[in-house]
């Protein structure tokens, strides 16, 4: 027990049996949502710098990622926000569907802001030698209809430019 801890309980192993029933459902699903919202972010959102998702045609591992991925090419989806720190927090404040959340990958979309959550103790040079600037937001796309979160998106964008 010390070494790998407690085992699951009967519960929690059956919870996850009946997850992988629709597991791949899920997937899909989580994986158009997030193509569908880059695409729109990357179309001219208001607002956004970059968008950092394999499934586009700009992102430098493209090709890779369409030899590599064939079902898609995942949940997550990074942008930067033109206005830094400042526009990510007005953002994040802003959306009224997707939940802020320290960690990514749930059925519900949830967005994190990496600069003040999981990379907050590094330093800002080292966490822009990593790629993490303070208008980078991370978002995992969940099953919700996709219209809804793009919908959600556009009006924290737009709170976020008049806020600046």
């Known amino acids: 027990m010390s070494t790998f801890g407690a ?6 192993c059956w919870l996850v049996m009946r997850g992988l029933k629709t597991l791949a459902l899920r997937m899909q699903r ?10 729109y972010l990357s179309a001219g959102a208001t607002g956004v710098a970059h968008v950092f998702y394999p499934g586009l045609q700009s992102h430098p591992e493209h090709d890779l990622a369409c030899r ?16 830094g720190e400042d526009a990510a927090s007005a953002f994040v404040r802003a959306l009224n569907r997707i939940r802020f959340a320290p960690s990514l990958g749930d059925v519900s ?3 994190s802001h990496p600069a003040k959550t ?13 790629g993490i600037s303070p208008g980078l937001i991370r978002l995992s796309a969940g099953i919700e209809h996709v219209d809804d979160l793009i919908a959600d998106l556009q009006q924290a964008l737009g709170k ?3 806020a600046r």
């Open 7 to 12: 085992p699951a309980s009967a519960f929690d």
């Open 30 to 39: 989580s994986s158009e949502n997030a193509a569908a919202i880059a695409r």
């Open 118 to 130: 999981s990379h907050r103790s590094m330093g800002e040079e080292a966490r822009r030698a990593a």
């Open 68 to 83: 590599l991925l064939e079902r898609g090419s995942g949940a997550m989806v990074a942008f930067e926000l033109a206005g």
């Open 109 to 111: 979309t949830t967005i």
């Open 160 to 162: 976020t430019l008049h």
